[in-house]
């Protein structure tokens, strides 16, 4: 069964540096999400992509963040320079057609467990 | 913005019982309502989902319900078995918009 890939699955790294983060959605699918969550508190969503820009983006997705389709399979999110509140579990995703259309699902990846120290 | 909120945090059931979570959304403009299931180390799963259009849908040993006019939804599992044992996200969408939120998640065990 095709998936969502994430790597890595753990990154630890040192405040004020950048990060990135990468995802490989599922071949066919148009659209990208990453969303993170805090331990223990919810998913929140963060950016949303299709058709090589950002469509929707959160409160949280501020200047420090980017998103990328560099090579048209992979699906990255850089944290320019990353703060000890961006410790979290982010989640990529991917969906073939927009919410909006019946029968379509989101799948997400297993997460990168992001840890600033 | 919409907000979701989820009852209970915490649940545990005996194999074979039901179980039941709630959730309350804040926009009425939502109309996408999926449900979530997260296990351990692994990235959230949909499981089911309903659209404003209906009030009931099921599959299997899950049904949801929606009731519009209250602004609730609920998941509904029966003949729990240990697999079911996992945490459970409700969220709200509006089609208008990609973005899906979350509710805060109910940490479900299912005892043999």
């Known amino acids: 069964e095709p998936e969502v890939t994430q790597t890595p699955s753990h990154q630890v790294t040192q405040m004020g540096q950048e990060v990135i983060l990468r995802c490989v959605p599922i071949?066919?699918?148009?659209?990208f999400y990453w969303y993170r969550q805090i331990l223990g508190q919810k998913v929140e969503f963060l950016v949303s992509?299709?058709?090589?820009?950002?469509?929707?983006k959160s409160e949280i997705f501020d200047d420090q963040f980017s998103v990328e389709r560099p090579d048209g399979s992979n699906f990255t999110l850089k944290i320019r320079s990353t703060k000890l509140e961006d410790s979290a579990m982010y989640f990529c995703a991917s969906s073939e057609k927009h919410p909006s259309w019946m029968n379509t699902e989101a799948f997400f990846g297993q997460g990168t467990r992001l840890t600033v120290v | 913005g919409e907000n979701v909120e989820q009852h209970p945090s915490t649940l545990s059931v005996q194999e074979g019982d039901s179980a039941v979570i709630k959730c309350t959304y804040s926009?009425?403009?939502?109309?996408?309502f999926p449900w979530y299931k997260q296990e351990l180390g692994k990235g959230p799963q949909l499981i089911i989902d309903?659209?404003?259009?209906?009030g009931e849908k099921k599959d299997q040993r899950i049904a949801v319900t929606l009731n519009k006019t209250a602004k609730h939804f609920s998941l509904h599992i029966t003949e729990t078995q240990p697999e079911d044992s996992a945490v459970y996200f409700c969220a709200a969408s509006n089609f208008a918009y990609d973005k899906v939120i979350f509710g805060p998640g109910t940490s479900l065990s299912v005892i043999p």
């Open positions: 926009d009425s403009a939502s109309n996408y």
């Open positions: 992509f299709y058709n090589n820009e950002i469509s929707e």
């Open positions: 309903i659209r404003s259009n209906v």
């Open positions: 071949s066919n699918h148009l659209y």
